[in-house]
């Protein structure tokens, strides 16, 4: 019996526990249990008692110390509909495997074979953008960046052209979303054989999706390129030694694209946006790029170079970790900073609560890329900051994420400065998967003074932004507000 103490926390109302402020403003709700009760705290959510744990000890002892007593759990299981058993919703021995056959395209010196792609991609994009900046269109951010991600990912792993397919995945995202959380509708309750609505939004995202890996997988058969999928073809079961599956590889070529484009995505627009809202921070942004790329595109030698772009970068993910919160499921029993945790309850980690910690966080909500100069990284507790998560089970796309992030970041900035469209507000919406702004986040476009490296049939272009202007709409107040 343990004599650990009950981590305190909000009492909520009979049957249904918190769940009326969890459905509400939900990153609001959980950055206000972390700043009344503390670092564990426990919940009711209707059946479920969950812990939300964001102290560096606790969360250093979920992710990597005791990492084999805190599994998927439940609301991993749901994303399985869509996913099916791949990387992101397996345990255990198949998990082991299959992290095994992927993890060589994924480390830090194999993912520099990217960036001849994305530098490809984002110059394309640049291409449309000097268009439209003539013209004095707007941008829909988000939807500029997960077509680039998109396909910076798909050509990158798959050597797959996955543009013509943007329109019908455009189409289906939100039922993605909307059918990889159950929200406890009386649909969902619903006897398994009537056909729902939900059942045929399943229908269909899995008649588009497996649409999608059957291209995949015949554009590979016809040329035998693109390292990813060229791994899961030869890659076998280590209990059988048989081949994966043709359901495995479709389950963990799903995986990749739905975990890979959208997180990145996120994170460029938060990121532009930081830039576009802190003129100090543009200026020296510049100047390092200037510096170091001198006017040409990223390669594998500069990319690592861009230390003070990383930094950028690094604060964007603190203040917007896209994957903001994930689940476990307590496997036994446990003791988490002195508190109880029951073997079958749930842990919430929340790199968003844990990142605006006032305790680790002087001024959580400034904007300041200098929280990662090696000396100040070195003074912190290490999972005070943790947006890819931690241990083994740490995103196995880490590596690619931050190579691509800051040479996308580069590259718009040697040809562009972007600025809000005074107005358009920005709040995080509803954070269901990821930490998306709440509505389109429409910019204008300035074609950099400067003359840069261009593609070889673009002319140099001329003009700028007004400080005053890139100013004139102030965003990424960190909790949810308007900043
Ligand atoms: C800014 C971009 C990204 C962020 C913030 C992010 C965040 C995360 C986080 C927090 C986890 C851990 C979840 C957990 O422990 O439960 C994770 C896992 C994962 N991520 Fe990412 N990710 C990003 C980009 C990518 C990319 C580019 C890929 C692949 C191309 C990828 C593929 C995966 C996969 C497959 C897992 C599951 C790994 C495993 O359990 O073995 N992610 N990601």
Known sequence: MSTAAVAPGPKGVPLLGSLGSWRGNTAEFLLGLQRDYGDVVRMRLGPMTVHQVTGPDAVHQVLVKNHGNYVRGPLYEQFGVVMGKGLLTSDGEFWRGHRRAVQPVFLKNAVLDIIPNVVRATHEMLDEWEVKAQRGEPVDLMAEMLKLTLVTLSRSLFAYDIKPSSRVLKLIVDDVVEVMFRRGT????????????????????????????????????????????????????????????????????LTIYLAGHETTAVSLCWTLLSIANHPSVQEELDSEVERVLGGGPPDAENADALAYTQRVVDESLRMHPPIWIFPRAAAGPDTLDGYAIEAGSSVLLSPLVSHHNPRYWDNPLAFDPSRFTPSAVRERPRMAYFPFGAGPRQCVGNSMALLELRTIVAMINQRFKVSMIPGHALRYGSPVISLRPLKDVMVRLTSRERVVWTSPDRAPATGETSAAEALSCPVTGGTGQQA
């Open 186 to 253: 009386a649909s969902e309750m619903l006897p398994s054989w009537l056909p729902t609505d939900r059942k045929r939004k399943i229908t269909r995202i899995h008649q588009v999706f497996d649409k999608i890996v059957a291209d995949v997988r015949g554009s590979h058969a016809r040329t035998g390129e693109g390292p990813l999928i060229s791994l899961m073809e030869q890659a076998e079961d280590p209990a059988t030694g048989q081949p994966w599956t043709d359901q495995q590889i479709r389950d963990e070529l």
